[in-house]
């Protein structure tokens, strides 16, 4: 089970790297169910080993040219304090309720990845109140279940603020990032974290998203998404189904 938890870090950063989001969804349940992590320590070190992966891919898209710091910097301030709140309440309710909580943002996430997205007809700028919401509510989810939630950011920011795919896919990771940093803020000190597990799962994970970044231009992403989706909906009906 160990070996396979680790190896499955690999596919969270290909994700990454390839997609801007969806294989941190799995850092959870990875942590929790295949390496036996308790809930709130494997949110906690979801948040931190996410959010460094996030950081690791975002500068590999910055050299490539695939960031839009304008869209990142309206997204981003909501984000933080939506990530501090949801920590908040995930510290304050039970397990179950996470849980299923979880379950069914996968099954969103599946959902939104088959649906695909399509640019926007205007460019950028959009209306700030609605990017203001989604911010903050994307954010709230990443507290609360310890998501990266690149599977929203990338559709809101192609639909919101009329990003290329690319474009969205590294400014997502931003996001996450931010996201990311605002969760463990607020979990911090609240369980012992085993830090040599979130080292080699952060590492097996850069060395994901490096090749992930690197094939982006040379992969299909409509049928790398449908295929990643599918896999989402067998997971999140797995994790609803168990609920503990």
Not at 203 to 225: D, I, K, N, W
Request: charged share 10%; with cysteine; proline share 5%.
């Amino acid at each position: 089970m160990i070996v396979l938890g680790f190896s499955l870090a690999l596919l969270i950063g290909l994700s990454l790297g390839l997609l801007g989001g969806g294989g941190s969804i799995l850092t959870v349940p990875v942590l929790h169910y295949v390496l036996e992590y308790g809930l709130e320590e494997s949110i906690q070190m979801s948040l931190i080993v996410v959010g460094l992966t996030s950081a690791f891919g975002a500068a590999g898209h910055w050299r490539a040219g695939n960031l839009h710091w304008r869209a990142a910097m309206a997204f981003a301030p909501p984000a933080i304090l939506g990530s501090v709140v949801g920590a908040e309440l995930g510290l304050r309710v039970d397990d179950h309720i996470q849980l299923t909580v979880f379950s069914i943002v996968m099954l969103g996430a599946a959902l939104s990845m088959l649906l695909g997205v399509r640019p926007a007809p205007k460019t950028w700028p959009h209306p700030l109140p609605l990017e203001t919401l989604v911010g903050a509510a994307v954010g709230v989810l990443t507290g609360f279940v310890g998501v990266g939630g690149g599977f929203l950011y990338v559709p809101a920011l192609v639909l919101l603020a009329g990003l290329a795919i690319r474009q969205a896919i590294g400014t997502s990771l931003v996001l996450i990032l931010v996201s990311c940093i605002g969760g463990a803020i607020r979990y911090h000190g609240k369980v012992p974290l085993d830090w040599t597990a979130i080292a080699v799962f952060t590492g097996l994970a850069f060395v994901g998203v490096t090749v992930g970044s690197r094939l982006v231009p040379h992969v299909p992403q409509e049928s790398l998404r449908r295929g990643f989706a599918v896999f989402l909906l067998g997971v999140g009906t797995l994790v609803l189904v168990i609920g503990r």
